[in-house]
C-alpha cells in the first residue's frame, strides 16, 4: 500500500464508498512498507551529526564511492567513512573534492553537517600502539559536534602517567579507554572516575591475546562499575556512543 | 492510536472536518501498535497448528500455569510446553485436565487443534541416550500434524543399522537426524537422500564432545549437502522446522 | 561381484547348477561394491538437477577441469563449481566452452539439465558485504530450478527495509537469510514467517566476530521456531537446502 | 604520612625550623596514604547515589552484615547488596530493619539518600527468563535516583511487540536492553533509536548459548551503532552505566 | 527384501519364471537391509573377545539390565559395562549372577569368553587421581584377553620413578598412559619407546585445565613420534585399542 | 641392577674376575633405577621446607592419611594438605594430632621442620572472595620459612588503597598478586616495582570471566614486566613460587 | 663423569685404592649424562627404520641441509624431512644426490636402510584436498618397510564407495583415515573392522571447521571403539604410529 | 598544584598567611600529577639495568627511533628494543652508532649500563624452532646484567639430553624453559630441581598447537611445583623476570 492506494482509499471514505468500519479493517493490516519511515530515518540523521556512515571494510571501491556520492547530494550531515584505505580515499575525492582523509584512523571525512563544539569527551589509550583505534574513536566524535580531549600513552604499568590527568578526568562528561593486551586500564579509570566510561579493547598484542580477546573479557569483567564495551577496535562504535551519551546533556 | 483514535480521524474524513492529506500525513507516522498484530498473530498461529509453544526452562510454575490457561482459553490449537518437569505438568494439568504429558522429552501437550496427518517426517537417532531429543522432534512434529517414523539407535558405527531402513529413508519427506558424540550420522544420512535433512546435535558424550560442541561443529561441517542444524538438544526446533517443510508439499 | 558373476551365479541357478539355497547364502554375503550403485546416483542426480557440485578450494586446477569435463562428458544435469576463481574458470572454459561465471558468488556454472521454473524462494541479505554469499545461494537454488527472489541490504539496524518487504516475505516458500556480524536477521525473520528459514552466517564482521562464530551461534540461539543453520559463509548449502526443500511442494 | 606528620610539617615550616625547599621535597616523595583519599570517596559516593554496591556473592552472611552496617552508619547514601539471597537478606535486616529485598533480582535495598526522579530510562527485557537481570538493572537505576520505564517481553521473534513501544523508545533518554538466546534484540532498539543503548546479554539459552556467550558476542558485533555491553547477567553494571548516563542531562 | 523375498527370486530363476537379466536388475537394487549383517557381526564380536560393550551413562538402569540379559543369552563372549555405578550393577547382578564389579573403574563385567593371556600391555598413569580411568583400561585390556602390567603414580614431576621401570618399559608390546594436568608423561614415554603409545587426557586438574583440555591438547602436541590418543578420561577407549593392536603380534 | 648388583661386579673387578674394560662396558647401560635417585629426593625435600605435599583433591580420605602418615614417620619437613576439605582433617588429625588446620584456605599444615623467618614476601588480593587462595600462598609460604605479609582488598577499582601501601610494596622481596574478575591489579602492581610478581589468577567473578580464563589472560598479557603467572585458583603454586625465589636472597 | 673419569674409578678398585663400598657410593650419583645413551639410540633407531626425522617447518634451509647430512654420513637408516619444500629439497639434493622428493606430502626421502614389505596398512582419505595428508602418511609408512594400499576419496557422503573396498578393509592390519570437513570417516571405519585405526583430522574445509578443530573433536568422540587420533594434519605421525602397531605383527 | 604553587603554599605558612590547618586541607587534595614521580621512575630505572624497554610491534620506524634517541640521550642504562627487524635496526643505528642488532631474537640492544655478571640463569629450550625465543630471553637476561648459561634442543622426547645436564641445572638460581608443541620440558625440568622455572610456551607446533595454546596450558598445569608462566613467545619477560629474580641473590 503506497501513498496513492492510502489517498484511494480515504478519499473512499471521505465520498463514503468506503465506510469507516471498513477504512479500520484495511488499515489494520497495512504493511509496513506504506509508513513513510524515511522521514523517520531522515529525522534521525539530521539530529545525529551524520546523514550514514559507511563500514568500508568488504565493499568494493566502487561501492563506496557511490555510497558516498549519493549520500553527499541528498546532503544535511556530515559523512564518515570507517577502515578505508588510501586508495578508497582517493577515488572518493575525484567526486567529492572536500573528503579528508585521516591516515592512522583510517577514516574518510565529508563535513557537511554544522559544526559544534560540545562538552568534553576524553579519550584515553593505553599505548602507542593503540592510537588508530584511539583517533577513530576521536574524530568520529568530533564529527558528531563534540570537543574531544585526547590522553594517549598512559597504560597502567606507568600508573603515575594516568594519575597525572586528574584535571581531565574530572573535567570530561564521558571517557573512552582504548587499551590491548591486558585492557586494565579501563578497571583503573573506571574508578577513578563517576561518569560513563566506553571501554574499546583492541587487538594489539600477540600470544594469550589472542586477537584482542584478552582486552575484551578483562573490560566485561571490570570490578569498576560504570565501565561498558563495545567491540575488539571499534574506535567508531565507543566514539559514536561517546557521542550520544554527551548529546544528552545539553538538552 | 488505539482503534478508537483511527475511527475518530476516519470518521474526521468522512465528515470532512479532516482532508484526506491531513489523513495521509498522520498515518504515514501511525505507530506500530496500533496496527492489529495480534491478527496477523491469529492467522500465523491457525496455520502452524500451535496456538503457541511455552518454552518452561527458567519460568516458574505459576508463570507456566498462567500462560498456559491464557492460551486455552484463546482457544484454536494446539498447545506445547517444552523442557517441562512433572511437577510442572501436575499443576498445568490441575487447570487444564486434558494436557497430556511425555517425560522422556519433557513435553506437555495439549491437544486443541483438528489432527491431521500429513506425510511423512523420519527421525533417526543416533544411540538410546538420544531419544529424548528425538521424541521431542518427533511429538512436536506429530502435534502439528505430520505422520513420523521414528527408527532409533542407529549409530554409525554400526552402519548396517542405517542400511537396512533404506525404505524408510526413501518414503520419508524431511529427515531429522538426532546424535550425539561425533554427530556423524548426519554426514552419512545426508549422503543417502536427496531431500532436507535436519539435524539435531545432542549433549550426548563426555570429554571432548565438550556439551555437544563436536557434534554440533561435525554438522555443521557435513561433508553431504542438503544438510541444516538447529542448536544441541534442541529436539523441538528440529521437529518445528521439518514440520514448516512437510507442510509445503500438501499446498 | 560385479555383473559378469552375479549372472554366472543366476544362470547356474538357472541350470540347477546352484541350489537355492546355496544362492541365498552367497547373495547374502554379496559385498556391497557390486550392487551398481551407480545406477543409484544416478537417479540421485538426475532428481537433483545437478549431475555433481565441485568444490574448488583446495583441488588443482588441472584437478579441476579433469572431474568437469568428465561429468559433462556423462550429461544429463547441470554441473556446479564452487568456490572458483576466475583463473580456474579460464582453464574449464577451454575445455567446456559453455561454462559460465559468475565472479562474485565464485560459481563456475554448466547449465545442460533442463531449466525449470519452480516456486519462490527468497534470499536475504543484510549487508552489502554479506553479497557474495548471498548470490551463492541464490545461484545455486536458480540452477536446481528454483525462482529466485533477491532483497539485499536489509539488516536489523534499519528493520523498516525489511519490513517493508512483507509482500516478498508472504510470497516466498522457503527463505534463505544471510548474514554477518551480529546475525540477527535470522531471528527477526524467523519471527515475522511461518516458513522455512536457513540461515547462513557469514565472516563479515572483525574483533570478537571471530570470524563468523558471532554470528553462527546467534542463528543457533535465535529465539524463533522455523530457522535452521548452514556452516559460516556456505550460500551453496544454504541455496541447496532451500531447492530440496522447495521441490518437496510440486510433487 | 598522616595527617599528624603533615601538621608537624607544616607547622615546622610556620615556626621556621623546616625551610621551604625542604618542605617541597618531603611532600613531593608524600606517599598515596597520607592524601585523604576518604574524602574524595566521600564526594564520589554523594555524587553516584550510593554510598557502596556489595557484591554479595562469594562473601560469608558475616561479611555481608558487618560491611552494610558499616556503610550505614557512614550514613549519606542509599547502599545496594546485589546477587543477594533471602537467608542474608533476613540477616542483614536483623541488624538494618529499613533494609528491603527484591527476591527476584536478589537485591538488597537500603535507602538512605533523598529520592530524585531524573529523566527516562528504559529497560527492555526479552524474555520472561530475562526478568531476574532486567529488574536487577532497574531497581539500581532507580536507586540512583532515575525514573524507570520497564517494558518487557519483547523478543525479535514478535517483533511488532517491540514495535507497539514506539512512544517509550522515543521517550527514553538512556535504554538498557536485556537479552539471553542470540540477543537479537539489542542491535533492533539500536537501529530504531539513536540514544545510548546499554546490551546486557543474559545466561538465558542452552546448549551453543555457552552460558551467555552467544548473546554477548551478537550484542558485541552490533550492526547497529550507540551499543555498548556489559558482561554477561550483569544487570547492576547496565542500570548503573545507564544511571551514569542519565545523569549527564540534568547538570 | 527378506529372505523368503530372496528365495522366491531365485526359485522364480530356477523355475524359468523370471530371467536372468531380470534377477540382475532386481538384485542390483537388493536393498542394504537383507545382507545378513548379523553374520558379519557375529563374526566381528567372537574375534574381539566381546559380544558388545555396553556405554552405561545417560541409559537407565531398566535399558541396561534388558541389554545386558539380551547380550548374555545370545552368548559367545565377554561383555562389559562402562561408567556403570554400583545400584546398576546390583540391578545386573540380580539377573546375571556372574556379573563383576571394578567400584574404581565403574565397569560391569560379564566374563563368558575364554580366558586368553596374551603378550604385555603396559598401563602407566601419572597421578592418584587418575586411576578410575587407568584401571578402565586395564581391566578393558584383560578382558580382551591381554597380560596388562600396571605402573602407576609415575608423574614426570619425577621423572626417576619412571625411568627406574625401563624393564617393564621394554617388555611391553604397546603402552597406554593415562594422565591428566599437563599430560606431559605421554611425550616421555613415547620418547623412551618405540611402540605405540596410546594416550588417554584425563580430566584431573582444574582451573586452566579446562576439564582435562590441557592434557588433551599436549597430547595432541606430543614431539615424540608414536603417540596417539583418546578422549578425555576415555580409558576404555585405550584399552580397547590397545588390545586391537596386540592381537596383531600373535597372528 | 640393584646395590647387590653393582656390589658383585666391583667386587669381580677387584678380585681381577672382570676387567676393567668389561665393567665399562656394563655400567654404560647401566639402567636408570638402580641409580639410588632417593637419595636426590632426600636432598631436595630438606632444602625446600617440606618433605611433601599432598595434592588431597581426587585422593580418597584413605588415600590421604596413608600419605600423611608415611610422610610424617619419615620425618624431616614440613608436610602440606591443599585443597582438603575438613572431614579430611579431621581423619587426618586422629593419627597425627598435631596437625593444623585452615578452613579459609582449605590447607592441612604439619609442621615438623624448624621455623625460619625470611625475607618479606608481599601476598596482595583484590577482593574478599579472593581470600582462599590468597591465604593458600600466603601459608604455604610461612611454611617454607618465609616472613609474609599480607594486604587485602585493594582492587583497582580504588587504586588508591593500593597507592596508600607503598611501604610494603617497597620492603618486599617477592610479591605475590591474587585476583579475579579482571586480573588488572598484576600488571598495575607490576608497573609499581621492580621485584618478581607472580600472578595468580581466580575463578572469581561471573559471565565472561569463564571461570577465571578472563583473569588468566590479562595477567598473561600484562603490559607490565617482571610478572609470571601460576595456573587459575593455584594459591599454593604461587607460594611456592614466591618462597623458592625468595630463598636465593639469603645464600 | 666420562668414560675416562669411570676408567679411573674401576683401576681404583682393581689396584684396592679404592674400596667397593666407596665405589658404589661414587656411582650411585653417577650423573646420567655419562652413560652412553648413543647406544641405546643407536638401537632404537635402527630397530624403527628412520636414523632420525626432520621436521623441516621453522629451520632455515642451512641448518636443515647440515642435520640431513650428519645423519646421512652416521648411516643405517632411512632419513625422512616432513614438511619440507622444493627449495629445501634442491639444497639437500646438492649434498646427498640420492634424496628423493614427493612434492605432494612435502617429504623428502633418503633411502639408506634394507626396504621391507610388511603387511598391510591400508590409508583411507575423505576427499581430494586431503591428498597431502594421507600421502605424507602413506609414504611415511612405507619407509618404515611397510605395505601401504590406499583407497582415496571415500567421503562418507558417498558411502558406497567405502563400502565397495570390504576387501581392503579386510586384508589391511592397521588403518590410517584422513578426512577434514566433519571427519566422520573414521567413525564409519571404526564401526566396520575390528583392526586399529588412526585417525588424522586435516585442517580441510572453512567456516566452523576451525583449521581442523571440526574434525579433530568428531574423531576423538568416535562412537566407535578401535580409533585413537593424531594431531591436524599429522599424516607423517599417522604413518609413523601405524608403522609401529604393524611392526608387532612380525616379531 | 606543579612546584610552583606548592612553594607558594608553603611560603604562605611560613609567612602566617595561610593557617597550618588549611594549609592540611589543601595538601589533602594535592593532586597526584605533581609529586614528581619521575624520580621514582628514575630510581628505578638505575637499578633494573634498563632505562627503558621499547616493544617495537606496532610502532613506526620514526617513533621507535624517536624513542630510542630520547632514551640514549637521558643516558645512565641499556636500552632494549625487542620484535625489531633488520630495518628498524638500520634507521636505529644511523642516530645510535653502537646499537647491537640480534638477528634471531629480533632484538636491539644498546649497552650503556656497567655491564655486571651476576651468578647464573640457565636458558633451556626444546627444539631449533624455539631458539628465537630463547635467544630473546637470554639477551635479555644478559642485558640486566646476568651470566647465561644456554642449553638448547633437549626436548622431552630424548630425555636424557635433558638429563645429561644434570651440572647446569644444578648450578643455575633460576632457570627459564622454552618450548613449543606440548610445552613438557617446562614440568620435566621443574621436577628436576627446586629453583624458580619460568616457562615461555612458543608458538612453535601446527593443528591442534593453536598458536601455542597446547603449550600454555600445559606449562599453566604443570604437576611440577615451582613454575610460573610468561605469555606465548614472549622471550623478553621471561628473561626479564629471570633477571629480577637472579637479583634478589646478590643483595
Known amino acids: 500500500m503506497n501513498e496513492d ?15 469507516v468500519e471498513e477504512g479500520i479493517e484495511r488499515l489494520k493490516v497495512l504493511p509496513f512498507e506504506d509508513l513513510g ?18 563500514y568500508c571494510a568488504g ?12 549520500l553527499a547530494e541528498r546532503g544535511g550531515g556530515n559523512i564518515l ?8 580515499y582517493q577515488a ?12 592512522l584512523a583510517h577514516l574518510i571525512m565529508i563535513k557537511r553537517g554544522k559544526q559544534e563544539d560540545r562538552g568534553n ?26 570537543h574531544v580531549e585526547r590522553v594517549y600513552d598512559t597504560g597502567v604499568a606507568g600508573i603515575h602517567r594516568l594519575l597525572s590527568q586528574t584535571d581531565k578526568l574530572s573535567q570530561a562528561r564521558v571517557i573512552v579507554v582504548v587499551a590491548g593486551m591486558e585492557g586494565a586500564l579501563a578497571s583503573v579509570v573506571g574508578g577513578l572516575v563517576d561518569k560513563p566510561v566506553i571501554a ?5 598484542g600477540y600470544g594469550a591475546s589472542f586477537g584482542g580477546l584478552a ?22 562504535g565507543a566514539g559514536y556512543q561517546a557521542g550520544l551519551i554527551n548529546r544528552l546533556g545539553e538538552n
Open 5 to 19: 492506494t492510502l489517498r484511494l482509499l480515504l478519499q473512499g471514505i471521505k465520498q463514503r464508498d468506503v465506510s
Open 37 to 54: 519511515f524515511a522521514k523517520v530515518d531522515y529525522h534521525r540523521n539530521i539530529r545525529q551529526g551524520f546523514s550514514e556512515v559507511i
Open 59 to 70: 565493499k568494493t571501491t566502487e561501492q563506496i564511492v557511490a555510497i558516498a556520492e549519493k
Open 81 to 88: 567513512g570507517t577502515r578505508a584505505d588510501s586508495e578508497v
Open 92 to 103: 572518493v575525492r575525484e567526486r567529492i573534492p572536500d573528503a579528508e582523509y585521516n591516515a
Open 121 to 146: 569527551i576524553l579519550v584515553l589509550s593505553a599505548g602507542t600502539s593503540d592510537l588508530p583505534v584511539a583517533e577513530e574513536a576521536a574524530l568520529t566524535a568530533e564529527m558528531m559536534g563534540n
Open 200 to 204: 574499546v579493547p583492541t587487538s594489539v
Open 215 to 236: 582486552a575484551l573479557l578483562a573490560m566485561l569483567n571490570s570490578c569498576a562499575s560504570g565501565v561498558s564495551v563495545v567491540n575488539i577496535d571499534n574506535g567508531f
